[in-house]
Protein backbone atom coordinates (compact mmCIF):
# COMPACT_ATOMS: atom_id res chain seq x y z
CA UNK A 1 0.00 0.00 0.00
CA UNK A 2 0.99 3.57 -0.95
CA UNK A 3 0.69 6.03 1.56
CA UNK A 4 1.87 10.13 1.13
CA UNK A 5 1.44 13.37 3.46
CA UNK A 6 -0.80 15.23 1.08
CA UNK A 7 -0.95 18.47 3.74
CA UNK A 8 -0.37 18.89 7.57
CA UNK A 9 -1.99 15.92 9.04
CA UNK A 10 -3.69 14.95 5.60
CA UNK A 11 -2.36 11.62 4.59
CA UNK A 12 -3.08 9.30 1.55
CA UNK A 13 -3.35 5.94 1.28
CA UNK A 14 -3.66 4.05 -2.27
CA UNK A 15 -4.06 0.08 -2.50
CA UNK A 16 -1.79 -1.88 -4.68
CA UNK A 17 -3.86 -5.31 -4.66
CA UNK A 18 -7.16 -3.96 -5.99
CA UNK A 19 -8.31 -1.45 -8.49
CA UNK A 20 -5.90 1.25 -6.93
CA UNK A 21 -8.64 2.22 -4.55
CA UNK A 22 -7.82 5.16 -2.14
CA UNK A 23 -8.77 5.92 1.66
CA UNK A 24 -8.00 9.46 3.37
CA UNK A 25 -7.03 10.45 7.29
CA UNK A 26 -7.00 13.90 8.69
CA UNK A 27 -5.74 13.99 11.99
CA UNK A 28 -6.45 16.31 15.21
CA UNK A 29 -4.76 16.35 18.40
CA UNK A 30 -6.84 14.00 19.96
CA UNK A 31 -8.38 11.84 17.28
CA UNK A 32 -8.62 11.21 13.79
CA UNK A 33 -11.37 10.51 10.59
CA UNK A 34 -10.98 8.22 8.15
CA UNK A 35 -12.29 8.59 4.81
CA UNK A 36 -13.26 5.30 3.72
CA UNK A 37 -11.39 2.11 4.16
CA UNK A 38 -9.81 -0.24 1.52
CA UNK A 39 -11.01 -3.72 0.00
CA UNK A 40 -9.11 -5.99 2.03
CA UNK A 41 -8.88 -6.28 5.57
CA UNK A 42 -5.01 -6.64 5.54
CA UNK A 43 -4.91 -3.11 4.49
CA UNK A 44 -7.09 -1.25 6.03
CA UNK A 45 -5.38 -2.62 9.33
CA UNK A 46 -3.06 -1.09 8.32
CA UNK A 47 -4.40 2.32 8.04
CA UNK A 48 -5.30 1.50 11.23
CA UNK A 49 -1.78 0.64 12.62
CA UNK A 50 -0.32 3.93 11.11
CA UNK A 51 -2.93 6.06 12.70
CA UNK A 52 -2.91 4.81 16.46
CA UNK A 53 1.03 4.02 16.34
CA UNK A 54 2.70 6.88 14.23
CA UNK A 55 0.19 9.90 14.82
CA UNK A 56 -1.07 8.04 17.98
CA UNK A 57 -4.67 8.95 17.82
CA UNK A 58 -7.90 6.78 18.12
CA UNK A 59 -9.91 6.60 15.24
CA UNK A 60 -13.45 8.26 16.00
CA UNK A 61 -15.17 8.50 12.29
CA UNK A 62 -15.40 6.91 9.26
CA UNK A 63 -17.21 8.37 6.48
CA UNK A 64 -18.12 6.01 3.51
CA UNK A 65 -18.20 7.98 0.10
CA UNK A 66 -20.78 5.09 -0.63
CA UNK A 67 -21.61 1.59 -0.07
CA UNK A 68 -19.73 -0.19 -2.61
CA UNK A 69 -16.99 -3.14 -1.24
CA UNK A 70 -13.93 -1.39 -1.46
CA UNK A 71 -14.92 1.94 0.51
CA UNK A 72 -17.45 0.93 3.36
CA UNK A 73 -16.83 -2.69 3.94
CA UNK A 74 -13.71 -1.87 6.54
CA UNK A 75 -16.18 -0.22 8.63
CA UNK A 76 -15.46 -3.22 11.15
CA UNK A 77 -12.02 -2.57 11.63
CA UNK A 78 -12.15 0.88 13.55
CA UNK A 79 -14.68 -0.29 16.48
CA UNK A 80 -15.75 2.32 18.61
CA UNK A 81 -16.01 4.80 15.29
CA UNK A 82 -18.86 6.52 14.61
CA UNK A 83 -19.73 5.95 10.81
CA UNK A 84 -21.07 8.77 8.91
CA UNK A 85 -22.43 8.31 5.36
CA UNK A 86 -25.29 9.55 3.13
CA UNK A 87 -28.84 7.88 3.92
CA UNK A 88 -28.90 5.79 0.42
CA UNK A 89 -25.70 4.00 1.98
CA UNK A 90 -27.28 3.11 4.90
CA UNK A 91 -30.14 1.65 3.62
CA UNK A 92 -27.76 -0.22 0.44
CA UNK A 93 -25.42 -1.78 2.56
CA UNK A 94 -28.40 -3.34 4.20
CA UNK A 95 -29.96 -4.50 1.37
CA UNK A 96 -26.70 -4.95 -1.26
CA UNK A 97 -23.74 -5.06 0.98
CA UNK A 98 -25.02 -7.80 3.67
CA UNK A 99 -26.01 -10.64 0.49
CA UNK A 100 -22.67 -9.66 -1.37
CA UNK A 101 -20.22 -10.23 1.54
CA UNK A 102 -22.08 -13.71 2.28
CA UNK A 103 -21.35 -14.73 -1.37
CA UNK A 104 -17.90 -13.15 -1.56
CA UNK A 105 -16.83 -14.69 1.60
CA UNK A 106 -17.54 -18.06 0.35
CA UNK A 107 -14.89 -17.56 -2.32
CA UNK A 108 -12.41 -15.14 -1.07
CA UNK A 109 -11.39 -16.13 3.29
CA UNK A 110 -9.66 -13.28 3.62
CA UNK A 111 -13.16 -11.60 3.80
CA UNK A 112 -14.13 -13.90 6.48
CA UNK A 113 -13.18 -11.50 9.33
CA UNK A 114 -15.65 -8.72 7.64
CA UNK A 115 -18.64 -7.53 9.33
CA UNK A 116 -20.93 -4.69 7.20
CA UNK A 117 -21.43 -2.35 9.95
CA UNK A 118 -23.87 0.56 9.02
CA UNK A 119 -23.74 4.09 9.56
CA UNK A 120 -24.69 5.69 12.75
CA UNK A 121 -24.90 9.72 11.17
CA UNK A 122 -26.64 9.90 7.99
CA UNK A 123 -27.90 13.02 5.79
CA UNK A 124 -29.08 13.36 2.57
CA UNK A 125 -28.42 17.05 0.96
CA UNK A 126 -27.33 19.89 2.10
CA UNK A 127 -23.66 20.17 3.92
CA UNK A 128 -22.26 18.61 7.39
CA UNK A 129 -19.47 19.82 8.85
CA UNK A 130 -16.86 18.08 11.19
CA UNK A 131 -14.02 19.86 12.79
CA UNK A 132 -10.92 18.10 12.93
CA UNK A 133 -8.52 19.81 15.36
CA UNK A 134 -7.84 22.95 12.99
CA UNK A 135 -9.45 21.75 9.83
CA UNK A 136 -13.28 21.91 8.69
CA UNK A 137 -14.25 19.18 6.80
CA UNK A 138 -17.28 19.68 4.77
CA UNK A 139 -19.09 16.68 3.50
CA UNK A 140 -21.50 16.95 1.06
CA UNK A 141 -23.50 14.65 -1.41
CA UNK A 142 -21.57 13.79 -4.78
CA UNK A 143 -23.82 11.56 -6.83
CA UNK A 144 -23.48 9.79 -10.16
CA UNK A 145 -21.08 7.10 -9.55
CA UNK A 146 -23.80 5.35 -6.94
CA UNK A 147 -27.29 7.02 -5.45
CA UNK A 148 -25.24 7.63 -2.67
CA UNK A 149 -22.18 9.11 -3.26
CA UNK A 150 -21.11 11.97 -0.67
CA UNK A 151 -17.63 13.63 -0.99
CA UNK A 152 -14.99 15.51 1.86
CA UNK A 153 -13.76 19.36 1.15
CA UNK A 154 -10.47 19.58 3.67
CA UNK A 155 -11.68 23.32 3.90
CA UNK A 156 -8.32 25.26 4.73
CA UNK A 157 -6.47 23.02 2.62
CA UNK A 158 -8.90 22.85 -0.95
CA UNK A 159 -7.97 19.14 -0.96
CA UNK A 160 -11.54 17.57 -2.47
CA UNK A 161 -11.96 13.14 -1.00
CA UNK A 162 -14.40 13.73 -4.11
CA UNK A 163 -14.88 9.62 -3.83
CA UNK A 164 -15.75 7.63 -6.97
CA UNK A 165 -17.70 10.48 -8.78
CA UNK A 166 -13.97 11.66 -9.81
CA UNK A 167 -12.18 8.48 -11.33
CA UNK A 168 -10.00 8.19 -14.16
CA UNK A 169 -12.16 6.53 -15.74
CA UNK A 170 -15.72 7.73 -14.74
CA UNK A 171 -18.07 4.64 -13.86
CA UNK A 172 -21.39 4.82 -13.79
CA UNK A 173 -23.27 0.96 -13.87
CA UNK A 174 -24.42 1.61 -10.75
CA UNK A 175 -25.08 5.20 -11.25
CA UNK A 176 -26.55 7.98 -13.40
CA UNK A 177 -24.18 9.61 -16.41
CA UNK A 178 -26.27 13.12 -16.07
CA UNK A 179 -25.49 13.55 -12.31
CA UNK A 180 -21.94 12.13 -12.42
CA UNK A 181 -21.87 15.05 -15.34
CA UNK A 182 -23.15 17.90 -12.76
CA UNK A 183 -20.97 16.41 -10.27
CA UNK A 184 -17.46 16.70 -11.96
CA UNK A 185 -18.63 20.30 -13.12
CA UNK A 186 -18.70 20.85 -10.15
CA UNK A 187 -15.42 19.71 -8.70
CA UNK A 188 -14.28 21.80 -11.56
CA UNK A 189 -16.08 25.21 -10.26
CA UNK A 190 -14.44 25.01 -6.42
CA UNK A 191 -10.84 26.04 -7.05
CA UNK A 192 -9.31 23.25 -5.74
CA UNK A 193 -5.63 22.47 -4.60
CA UNK A 194 -5.77 18.89 -5.08
CA UNK A 195 -8.37 16.07 -6.07
CA UNK A 196 -8.04 13.02 -4.33
CA UNK A 197 -9.75 10.21 -6.85
CA UNK A 198 -11.63 7.12 -5.16
CA UNK A 199 -9.30 5.26 -7.36
CA UNK A 200 -5.77 6.32 -8.77
CA UNK A 201 -3.77 9.21 -8.22
CA UNK A 202 -4.10 12.57 -6.70
CA UNK A 203 -4.90 15.05 -9.37
CA UNK A 204 -2.79 18.65 -8.83
CA UNK A 205 -3.99 21.85 -9.29
CA UNK A 206 -2.24 22.20 -12.49
CA UNK A 207 -3.96 18.86 -13.50
CA UNK A 208 -7.45 19.80 -12.51
CA UNK A 209 -8.70 21.29 -15.63
CA UNK A 210 -7.41 18.93 -18.22
CA UNK A 211 -9.04 15.94 -15.78
CA UNK A 212 -12.27 17.67 -15.54
CA UNK A 213 -12.63 18.07 -19.13
CA UNK A 214 -11.38 14.44 -20.05
CA UNK A 215 -13.81 13.13 -17.72
CA UNK A 216 -16.78 15.66 -19.63
CA UNK A 217 -15.39 14.94 -22.96
CA UNK A 218 -15.28 10.91 -22.57
CA UNK A 219 -18.82 10.95 -20.53
CA UNK A 220 -20.47 12.95 -23.78
CA UNK A 221 -18.09 10.91 -25.91
CA UNK A 222 -20.06 7.21 -24.51
CA UNK A 223 -23.43 8.67 -24.21
CA UNK A 224 -22.99 10.24 -28.16
CA UNK A 225 -22.01 6.75 -29.35
CA UNK A 226 -24.40 4.88 -27.58
CA UNK A 227 -27.61 6.99 -28.63
CA UNK A 228 -26.20 5.94 -31.81
CA UNK A 229 -25.51 2.56 -32.00
CA UNK A 230 -28.99 2.45 -29.62
CA UNK A 231 -30.99 3.01 -33.44
CA UNK A 232 -29.67 -0.32 -34.94
CA UNK A 233 -31.02 -3.40 -33.99
CA UNK A 234 -27.79 -5.11 -33.59
CA UNK A 235 -27.22 -2.13 -30.78
CA UNK A 236 -25.56 -4.78 -28.56
CA UNK A 237 -22.78 -5.99 -30.67
CA UNK A 238 -22.23 -2.75 -31.77
CA UNK A 239 -20.52 -1.68 -28.56
CA UNK A 240 -17.46 -3.90 -29.16
CA UNK A 241 -16.68 -1.36 -31.92
CA UNK A 242 -16.88 1.76 -29.48
CA UNK A 243 -13.39 1.76 -27.87
CA UNK A 244 -12.20 3.27 -24.94
CA UNK A 245 -9.61 5.15 -26.99
CA UNK A 246 -12.33 6.62 -29.32
CA UNK A 247 -13.75 8.05 -26.26
CA UNK A 248 -10.59 10.07 -25.46
CA UNK A 249 -9.33 7.31 -22.55
CA UNK A 250 -6.40 4.95 -22.65
CA UNK A 251 -6.76 1.24 -21.66
CA UNK A 252 -3.81 1.09 -19.33
CA UNK A 253 -6.05 3.29 -16.72
CA UNK A 254 -6.62 1.36 -13.58
CA UNK A 255 -4.41 -0.88 -14.38
CA UNK A 256 -5.93 -2.25 -17.12
CA UNK A 257 -8.92 -1.92 -15.48
CA UNK A 258 -10.31 0.40 -17.57
CA UNK A 259 -11.17 -1.55 -20.29
CA UNK A 260 -13.39 -3.61 -18.51
CA UNK A 261 -14.80 -0.84 -17.01
CA UNK A 262 -15.88 0.88 -20.45
CA UNK A 263 -17.51 -1.58 -21.69
CA UNK A 264 -19.74 -2.14 -18.58
CA UNK A 265 -20.41 1.74 -19.24
CA UNK A 266 -21.47 0.93 -22.59
CA UNK A 267 -23.64 -1.82 -21.59
CA UNK A 268 -25.42 0.06 -18.50
CA UNK A 269 -25.74 3.15 -20.76
CA UNK A 270 -27.33 1.11 -23.48
CA UNK A 271 -29.88 -0.78 -21.00
CA UNK A 272 -30.49 2.91 -19.77
CA UNK A 273 -31.67 4.64 -23.05
CA UNK A 274 -33.60 1.28 -23.87
CA UNK A 275 -35.92 1.13 -21.17
CA UNK A 276 -36.01 5.41 -20.92
CA UNK A 277 -38.18 4.93 -24.59
ZN1 LIG B 1 -14.60 2.18 -5.88
Known amino acids: MHRERVSENVFWFQSEIYAQVTAGVVAGPQWAVVID ?108 HSPDGIAVLVEEDRIFFAGDSFMPLPYIVDGDIDEIMSSIKRVGRMGLENIVQGHGDIILRGEIDAAVKENLNYLAAIKKAVRAASRRKNAIELLDDITIESCGKSRVYLGGLAQTLHQRNLRALLQQMTTEK
Open 37 to 144: TLALPDETLSIREFIEHELNVPVRYVIDTHYHADHAWGNCFFPGATVIAHVNCRDLLLERGVPSLDGSQKQNPALRQVKIVLPHITFSDGELTLRVGKKNLIISPTLG
